[in-house]
C-alpha cells in the first residue's frame, strides 16, 4: 500500500463547477496535510495546510480533514481553467519527511 | 521574489559524467530538502539537511548521490557517474528553522537533468 494515495485522474469539470480532490493516507500518527498545485513544467507550490479535524477554507479553496477516516480532501470552488494543474497531496508523518501522492490532473473547461 | 533559487535550470550530462545541482534557499530558511521527480510521477524525498548537517538521506541512493549544506553558500547534490536512470527534474525546497517539525515547504524551480 503506498503512504500517500491519489487518484491519478485526470478529473474534468466545467469551469465554475467544484472540483473535489481526495487523497488517503496509511500512517495513522500523521499530524501535518498539505496540498501543492502543480502546472506543467513548474515546481510546485504550497496552496493549503491542514492540522487539525474539520474543515479550513481559504478563498476559493477548502482543505478536509478527517484523520480517524485517514482522509483529507481538496475541495475548489467556481473553478476556472486557471486551476488546471496537477495537485499533490503530501502528508509529515513525522519526523523530518514528507511524502508526497503523485498527484491528480484537473482539468477545468471553459 | 527572493524565493528558492536552484542552478542550473536544466543540465545534459553524458554517461558516467559528474552532475552538480545547487540550491539557494529562502534567505533566513536554514531547511533544505531535495525531491527527485520523473515524468508523471510524485515527489520522491531524497534528502533532508539542515546547515552543515545532514539530517535524514534515507531517500537518496547510498551510492553516486551525495548532499551537503555548508556553513555558507548553496545546498548541493552530486550526482557521480550519471546514468540514463538519473534524468529527472530535482527539486529543492526550504523552510524556516523555527519548525521543529516539518511544516510548508517553499520549492524551487527544479533542475532538468537529462542524461545522454
Known amino acids: 500500500q503506498k503512504e500517500v494515495e491519489q487518484n491519478s485522474g485526470p478529473l474534468s469539470v466545467p469551469e465554475g463547477a467544484i472540483a473535489s480532490l481526495n487523497c488517503t493516507y496509511s500512517?495513522?500518527?500523521?499530524?501535518?496535510f498539505f496540498w501543492y498545485r502543480q502546472y506543467s513544467g513548474k515546481s510546485p507550490e504550497l496552496i493549503m495546510s491542514?492540522?487539525?479535524?474539520g474543515d479550513k477554507e481559504d478563498g476559493r479553496f477548502t482543505a478536509q480533514l478527517n484523520k480517524a477516516s485517514q482522509y483529507v480532501s481538496l475541495l475548489i470552488r467556481d473553478s476556472q481553467p486557471s486551476d488546471s494543474a496537477t495537485y499533490l497531496c503530501?502528508?509529515?508523518?513525522?519526523?523530518?519527511?514528507?511524502?508526497f501522492g503523485a498527484g491528480t490532473r484537473l482539468f477545468v473547461k471553459a | 521574489n527572493a524565493g528558492v533559487m536552484q542552478n542550473p535550470r536544466h543540465l545534459v550530462r553524458r554517461r558516467g559524467q559528474e552532475a552538480r545541482l545547487r540550491c539557494s534557499p529562502v534567505?533566513?530558511?536554514?531547511?533544505v530538502y531535495w525531491y527527485r521527480q520523473l515524468p508523471e510521477e510524485g515527489l520522491k524525498f531524497m534528502v533532508y539537511?539542515?546547515?552543515?548537517?545532514?539530517?535524514?538521506e534515507s531517500g537518496m541512493p547510498k551510492e553516486r548521490f551525495s548532499a551537503e549544506f555548508p556553513k555558507e553558500g548553496p545546498s548541493i547534490l552530486r550526482i557521480q557517474q550519471v546514468v540514463r536512470g538519473d534524468s529527472a527534474a530535482y527539486f529543492c525546497?526550504?523552510?524556516?528553522?523555527?519548525?521543529?517539525?516539518?511544516?510548508?515547504?517553499?520549492f524551487g524551480p527544479g533542475t532538468r537533468l537529462t542524461v545522454t
Open positions: 539537511l539542515q546547515k552543515e548537517n545532514i539530517i535524514d
Open positions: 503530501a502528508v509529515n508523518p513525522g519526523g523530518f519527511k514528507t511524502i
Open positions: 534567505k533566513g530558511h536554514s531547511h
Open positions: 500512517d495513522r500518527v500523521s499530524q501535518s
Open positions: 491542514i492540522y487539525s479535524n
Open positions: 525546497a526550504s523552510s524556516p528553522p523555527e519548525t521543529g517539525v516539518v511544516g510548508e515547504q517553499y
